[in-house]
């Protein structure tokens, strides 16, 4: 899905919850949709200034809060001591990869990995409503640097 999906849908969700529609909450809110997926606050930060439409830290981090209250974005945590976010929308429910050398992100779906979690939660009398998994290793092209 392109940014202007995104931040017109954010667009709504401010209005509805009388918070302003300003340009820098508008211009996140693209950044997140646009860029490569799960990028940091950081990265977030880089891209906006690269743009040239820096925007303050504070601001960024309120507008990803707002964001992922909204759920238009969902926030992961690799372990890394930050944060990264992907756009929540036309996004099917997905795993992760996660490189330990590089920090490469890699998504993947898998059916059985669904069943199965049914299957687990069940037999601990648990109704299973989602789960999230990240597999942590090293990717193949660190494999193949060292
Ligand atoms: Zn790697
Ligand atoms: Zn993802």
Do not use: W
């Amino acid at each position: 899905m392109d940014g202007s999906a995104l931040s017109d849908a954010f667009r709504v969700y401010l209005r509805n919850h009388n918070l302003p529609v300003t340009p820098q909450r508008l211009a996140v809110a693209e950044v997140v949709s646009s860029r490569e997926r799960h990028a940091s606050a950081d990265e977030i930060a880089r891209a906006l200034s690269a743009g040239g439409r820096a925007v303050g830290t504070a601001t960024i981090y309120r507008t990803l809060e707002l964001l992922v209250r909204s759920g238009l974005v969902m926030e992961r945590d690799f372990g890394e001591g930050f944060k990264r976010y992907e756009s929540a929308r036309g996004m099917p429910q997905h795993e992760h990869l996660f490189c330990t050398t590089c920090g490469a992100v890699v998504e993947f779906e898998d059916d059985r990995l669904d069943r199965m979690s049914t299957l687990l939660a069940e037999s601990h009398g648990f109704t299973r409503s989602s789960h999230r998994l990240v597999i942590y290793g090293v990717c193949a092209a660190c494999r193949r640097a060292s």
